[in-house]
């Protein structure tokens, strides 16, 4: 996908951040910097106030040495604030690269409706297309209809879907389903393989063991397998997607993360809270619906989509 498509993607947050400084700047155009509004504005993303606090710091640190008015103080202001989301930010860009392992297994991991099946799908694209053997495996047994979801697009995308019918007792094994599907993709000579998860169980045991159950069975099936444990994380639950995060990542010891629909939220800074309060690698960002629409994460591009360019935040 093109810089330019990701840019316009990202367009809800990045017009929430602009037209928000525009308005400040019409009010008083040579009245002080109001840093307050400022704040608020940061917070108003979705930054959080771990984020939010240092770069505010840095930010009055920043103008206190000169005079700080108008729209030339607020372009300070700014570029402290990108300058500072960039350093924030920068540890956290490291692409998903398949290491030698082969089959190379990722495992993803995510509340109900984060976009796990989705990502899969995605993932299964980037690599079917890059030439490699995937094969999906559908350890989501929650509902049946998430079994036909992969289905649907391991046909689309032209990768093997492993699956089990259901049980009497209901769905199938999770832990099953994946140790089935890895034992599959060793002896197909798979590249790659991509594991959906539920979000949700159907029987009263708890997700975390069941996850972790998982982890265990498909080391078994395959020594240091799974390689990636893969968070998936919807953009535009907010702060929400942070306690997530750190429940997911105490249990199973997330390697990576993948922020999804990030073009349909003003509150893109998420973000940049889940880099804050993880401190793992962000591999990717979802911005759509087809199986294109999957990015790596670049901090750069990301900080850029998120401010605007240059000037461009407070020009408008
Ligand atoms: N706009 C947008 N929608 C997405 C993205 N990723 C997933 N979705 C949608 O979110 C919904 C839930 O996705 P799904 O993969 O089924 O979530 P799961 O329950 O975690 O497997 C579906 O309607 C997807 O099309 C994204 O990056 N952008
Ligand atoms: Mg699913």
Known sequence: MKLSSVFQRLQKSRSLLSEGLARLIGRAPEAPVDLAAVEALLLGADLGVGVVDPIMARVRATLGEAPARGEAGYRRAMETVRAALLERLAPCQSP??????????????????????????????RFRRAGCRVVLGAADTFRAAAVEQLQVW???????VIAQPPSR????????VAFDTVQAGVARGADVICLDTAGRLHTKSNLMEELKKIVRVVGKALPGAPHERLLVLDATVGQNGLAQARYFHEAVGVTGVVVTKLDGTAKGGILVAIAHELNVPIRCIGVGESAEDLVDFNAEQFVEALLGKEGDQVMR
């Open 96 to 125: 998903l690269e398949i290491t030698a392992a082969k089959p190379y297994v990722i495992m993803l991991l995510g509340v109900n409706g984060s976009g796990k099946t989705t990502t899969a799908a995605k993932l299964a694209e």
């Open 169 to 176: 007792q209901g769905g199938a094994d999770p832990a099953a």
């Open 154 to 160: 391991g046909a689309r995308i032209g990768a093997e």
